[in-house]
Nanobody
């Protein structure tokens, strides 16, 4: 059974930085496309960033481009989201997601097969 566990979320002031981690169980982690999504109160879940199985291709939402960096370490079955220059608008529950299919860096939530439970990021201005 595949499990994704996020960590690293906490309260931080605007302008600060955080690094989220997503650790996956499963022997085929290195073959999965992975992504980060977020959901703010009263809003739909939205795409943040994604990375291919090799880490060779990444994609970002326009709202985080230049501030967030997605990365993965297949040897550790872990994906990361480095978040810099945080803004109050980044406040949300952040979810990691994985796809068994070759979906590249798709921003479409339904393309992902597995989801974590989420980690809360709160940015105060």
């Amino acid at each position: 059974q595949v499990q994704l566990v996020e960590s690293g979320g906490r309260a931080v002031q605007a302008g600060g930085s955080l690094r989220l981690s997503c650790t996956a169980s499963g022997r085929t982690f290195s073959t999965w496309s992975m992504g980060w999504f977020r959901q703010a109160p009263g809003k739909e879940r939205e795409f943040v960033a994604a990375i291919t199985w090799s880490g060779g291709t990444t994609g970002y939402a326009d709202s985080v481009k230049g501030r967030f960096t997605i990365a993965r370490d297949n040897a550790k079955n872990t994906m990361y989201l480095q978040m810099n220059s945080l803004e109050a608008e980044d406040t949300a529950v952040y979810y990691c997601a994985a796809s068994r299919r070759p979906v590249g860096v798709t921003p479409t939530a339904r393309s992902y097969d597995y989801w974590g439970q989420g980690t809360q990021v709160t940015v105060s201005s």
